[in-house]
C-alpha cells in the first residue's frame, strides 16, 4: 500500500519569511495529493491540492509542487502570518479517471508550524 | 465551518467495552469515509461507505464496523476496545462524483470525537 513520508515534523520561522513542507510517497499509482490544515482542536481544512497531470498549483500565498520522477512534493507558504500556525498534513491516493470522492487518503504524520511574530 | 457533525465530542470507555459514534454527512454528500487519529499523528483511514454499501476498507481488525443509513449518515461501530484505540476519530462526507464535470471531490472532514479507553 502508499506510504507517506512527511518533513520536517516541526518547523519555527519568523513572521515574514517562507515556510517549505516536503512529502514523499513510495505508490507511483497516486496521482493526487491534498494538503491539510489542522488548527489545535479543530477539523482537517484542505487548503489545497494538486493533481499528477500539473507540476505546480498556486493559491495567493500557498504553493504545491509535485515531482512525479523522484515521487516528492511540497507546500510552499510565502509571507507567513501568526495565523498560519498550525499542523500540516500531506496525502496521497489514487484518484480514478473520472475523478469522485470514492477515494482513501493516506496522511502524512503532519508538521507542526509556529510562525513567531 | 463544513455541514458535517459528529456525535458524541468526547467518551471515555473502559477497556473491552463496546462504542458507537455516529457521523451526519453534509446534505446532498452520499459518500462517508471514516479515520482514526492518534495523537500527534495523522489520521489514518479506517472504511469508507457509499451509498450504504462498504466501497473500501483499511488496514483495521474487523472489531471495527460501520453502517451507512438511507439519509447517508453513518456509525461507527468498535468492539472489544483496547486501549490503543484512544485516538480522536473523524468522518468526512464528500458527493462522489458528478458524471457531468467528472471532477473530483473535497472530502469534508466532520469535528471529531475524542475517545479515550482506560
Known amino acids: 500500500g502508499e506510504n507517506v513520508e512527511q518533513h520536517p515534523s516541526t518547523l519555527s520561522v519568523q513572521e515574514g519569511d517562507s515556510a517549505v513542507i516536503k512529502c514523499t510517497y513510495s505508490?507511483?499509482?497516486?496521482?493526487?495529493f491534498p494538503w491539510y490544515k489542522q488548527e489545535l482542536g479543530k477539523r482537517p481544512q484542505l487548503i489545497i491540492d494538486i493533481r499528477s497531470n500539473v507540476g505546480e498549483k498556486k493559491d495567493q500565498r500557498i504553493a504545491v509542487t509535485l515531482n512525479k520522477t523522484a515521487k516528492h512534493f511540497s507546500l510552499h507558504i510565502t509571507e507567513t502570518q501568526p495565523e498560519d500556525s498550525a499542523v500540516y498534513f500531506c496525502a496521497a491516493t489514487h484518484l480514478r479517471e473520472w475523478g469522485g470522492s470514492n477515494y482513501k487518503l493516506t496522511f502524512g504524520k503532519g508538521t507542526l508550524l509556529t510562525v513567531n511574530p | 465551518e463544513t455541514g458535517v457533525t459528529q456525535s458524541p465530542t468526547h467518551l471515555i470507555k473502559t477497556r473491552g467495552q463496546q462504542v458507537t459514534l455516529r457521523c451526519s454527512s453534509q446534505s446532498g454528500h452520499n459518500t462517508v469515509s471514516w479515520y482514526q487519529q492518534a495523537l500527534g499523528q495523522g489520521p489514518q483511514f479506517i472504511f469508507q461507505y457509499y451509498r450504504e454499501e462498504e466501497n473500501g476498507r483499511g488496514n483495521f481488525p474487523p472489531r471495527f464496523s460501520g453502517l451507512q443509513f438511507p439519509n447517508y449518515s453513518s456509525e461507527l461501530n468498535v468492539n472489544a476496545l483496547e486501549l490503543d484505540d484512544s485516538a480522536l476519530y473523524l468522518c468526512?462526507?464528500?458527493?462522489?462524483?458528478?458524471?457531468?464535470?467528472?471532477?473530483?471531490?473535497?472530502?469534508?472532514f466532520g469535528p471529531g470525537t475524542r475517545l479515550t479507553v482506560t
Open positions: 468526512a462526507s464528500s458527493l462522489g462524483w458528478d458524471r457531468r464535470t467528472l471532477s473530483s471531490y473535497e472530502q469534508y
Open positions: 505508490d507511483s499509482a497516486s496521482n493526487y
